[in-house]
């Protein structure tokens, strides 16, 4: 049976961690977590260390939603722990990545959501010689991709991100982050099915038999946030994966 990495997700606004639920970013508040009672970034990291953890997701809603950045807290996660830095900040272009790259980051997410053309992760692979990782982001079944002229599919998707040079596929279920619903396993099944690359779960992870079942399809990666939070994935589950 394949490994599977559990990385735990920070989503950034306004240089608060906040509680990111089925994709209503207005509705977002600060995170209440049974590990800490301050809602700080560094705060929250250190305790994601004290767990394990060596990579940490970071999605900056700021600049996702076209709203300003969190560089500062990106640039204090950076300096200040010893993760590797995987974060989406809504980039369009390669041209948007260098002032993140700047800070220190380790790899570059490329999500269907935000960005304008698959040929944007060539560019930054072979400009700056970092990982880029595709996030495909579906809600209701489809894929969510504002920017382009026409509707694509999860299979399209999965071989144009292959096709420029991703080393990860993330499967981002928005309607299910932060819902404690269950990941969608036959979304999964089916992606696994289509990529050569490892398939990174995100959205619905609720414990540690989700995690052995995502084990199980295939899955490269889990991300997760609110079963960390509310202490239903610990440090003895992580240690039996």
Known sequence: MSEIRVIPVMDLLDGTVVHAVAGEREKYEPIDSVLTDTSDPVSI???????????????????????????????RLSSETEFDLLVDAGFKTSKEVKTYLD??????????????????VEKVVDGYSVPVIGSVDMKEGEVIANQFERRVTLAESIREFEDFGVSEIILLNLKRVGSSGGPDKSLLQKAVGLSDVP?????????????????????GGALTATAIHNGSIGSAHLEAL
């Open 199 to 219: 398939v990174i779960v995100g959205g619905g992870v609720r414990n540690f038999t989700d995690l052995q079942e995502l084990k199980k399809l295939g899955a």
């Open 103 to 120: 800070k220190g980051i380790s790899k570059i997410i490329f999500a269907t959501e935000t960005l304008q053309s698959f040929d944007e």
């Open 45 to 75: 990291a250190y305790e994601f260390e004290k767990l394990g953890f060596e990579e940490l997701y970071i999605a900056d809603l700021n600049a996702i939603q076209n709203k300003g950045e969190n560089l500062s807290s990106i640039d």
